[in-house]
Nanobody, 125 residues
Framework: QVQLVESGGGLVQPGGSLRLSCAAS????????IAWFRQAPGKEREGVSC????????YYADSVKGRFTITRDNAKNTMYLQMNSLKPEDTSVYYC??????????????????WGQGTHVTVSS
């Protein structure tokens, strides 16, 4: 049974940092592409970042390039999102998800079938 559990969200001031974790069970994380999405109130769920299994290539949305870093710890079967230089517009519920594919071909929410419950990130002074 595929299960994803996010953690690490919280309240942080603008310019601060957070690291989100996504613990996977029921499948071997190293074998599949896995992504981070976020959804702010009243907005659509958007793809933030993705890491492929085949070659470890990564995808970042333009809005987070240079600030966010996605990594994977295969020994812990866990994925991370290091978020630096946070802005108020980064405030969202963050979700990890997988489509059990091997590449981050299209990072769009309707294509991903397995989701975590989400973790809240609030960037505010």
């Amino acid at each position: 049974q595929v299960q994803l559990v996010e953690s690490g969200g919280g309240l942080v001031q603008p310019g601060g940092s957070l690291r989100l974790s996504c613990a996977a069970s029921g499948f071997i994380l190293d074998y599949y592409a896995i992504a981070w999405f976020r959804q702010a109130p009243g907005k659509e769920r958007e793809g933030v970042s993705c890491i492929s299994s085949s070659d470890g290539s990564t995808y970042y949305a333009d809005s987070v390039k240079g600030r966010f870093t996605i990594t994977r710890d295969n020994a812990k079967n866990t994925m991370y999102l290091q978020m630096n230089s946070l802005k108020p517009e980064d405030t969202s519920v963050y979700y990890c998800a997988t489509d059990l594919g091997i590449r981050c071909t299209v990072v769009a929410a309707p294509l991903f079938g397995y989701w975590g419950q989400g973790t809240h990130v609030t960037v505010s002074s």
